[in-house]
């Protein structure tokens, strides 16, 4: 029997409001997931971008970004 079929067996022998419930729990569940491979994604493209920077020479000193307010 597959984890499908087994979840389906349960799921029969609950309540209706039961089921609802956990309806509504596999929704979040989904919406979680798809939000923690958006960050993954997020995080694997940044890294990438920034990959070998660290090796680059200074474009600007501090003094170059200060700005003076008079």
Same mark, same amino acid.
């Given at each position: 029997?597959?984890? /499908?079929?087994? +979840?389906?067996?349960?799921?029969?022998?609950? *309540?209706?409001?039961?089921? #609802?419930?956990?309806?509504?729990? +596999?929704?979040?569940?989904? +919406?979680? $997931? #798809?939000?923690? #491979?958006?960050? #993954?994604? $997020?995080?694997?493209?940044? =890294?990438? $971008?920034?990959?070998?920077?660290?090796?680059? *020479? /200074?474009?600007? =000193?501090?003094? /170059? +970004?200060?700005?003076?307010? $008079?």
């Amino acid at each position: 029997m597959t984890l /499908d079929e087994k +979840i389906y067996q349960y799921v029969r022998k609950l *309540p209706y409001s039961f089921q #609802e419930e956990l309806f509504n729990f +596999i929704q979040y569940l989904l +919406i979680k $997931a #798809e939000q923690q #491979e958006k960050q #993954e994604w $997020a995080s694997l493209s940044l =890294s990438s $971008a920034m990959q070998d920077m660290e090796n680059e *020479p /200074d474009l600007y =000193s501090e003094s /170059d +970004i200060k700005v003076a307010f $008079a």
